[in-house]
């Protein structure tokens, strides 16, 4: 009970404690007010600043510049708008959506009165043929491509249509492209080429170096111990200076098709 007693006898004390120390703070400012008035100055001042530079002649935009690679459609509204009063992201994600094939968009203002597109291309990783060659990136985009992408890995084995300049999802361009970048980091290929990868079958994959030697292999979680294999192979096949059509590595020992 004592316990009990001390706890309310502690509520009132409290209470008053905070009013004591606002009544001091309040004392405190009206002694000293020149942080308040400071304070409402800078405000006051920043305020006006921004004012004028909303109504300025001086910031109305003259120029709009872009990347000379990009082709985007810049709103002629834009030109004699305050650069200030702009939205620039809601510009970007515009622009965004006149070129999806673009990784990333940004506008920034160049002071007094432009505003410049900075714009990412997507790079792509491999090609498909889809009626013609299309690039496609590590996150799956298709983008066109200027030529036909020969230095390109060809990727094949796709049953989906794969859309233009948005993230596609078929679960056998995803195998392909994870096998894709493992391929890449794996010293088994050496100073070989990765010409074509084909997923038709992700239990068995194949893979074509230099144009030459296909590779088969079984689906993608045996994939490490393979390319150890093939990686062995290799340098018995380079050290015999024998040349081979394919070489598969489904078995405990590789069987190999020695070129003709």
Known sequence: MAKGKRSRARGPGLILGIWKALAASVRWFWRHPQPIILAFVVAASGSALWQFALRSDAFAITAVRAPAHVDLAVPGSLIGRNVWAVDLGALAADFSRQQPTLKRVRVTRELPNVLRIHA?????????????????DAEGVLVPLEDDGERLVRLSGFE???????????????????????LRRHPALGARTLTELNVSDPAQIRFVMD?????RCGGEGDLDGQLEQ???TMRVLTAQQVGASYIDLRFPEPVIGEAT
């Open 230 to 232: 093939l990686r062995a």
């Open 211 to 215: 144009g030459l030697t296909e590779i």
């Open 160 to 182: 989906r249509v794969l859309k233009l300049g948005q993230p596609n999802t078929d679960e056998r361009l995803v195998v392909a492209l994870r096998v894709l970048q493992r």
């Open 120 to 136: 990412i291309r997507r790079v792509p990783l491999a090609r498909v043929l889809l009626g013609t060659w299309y690039g496609i």
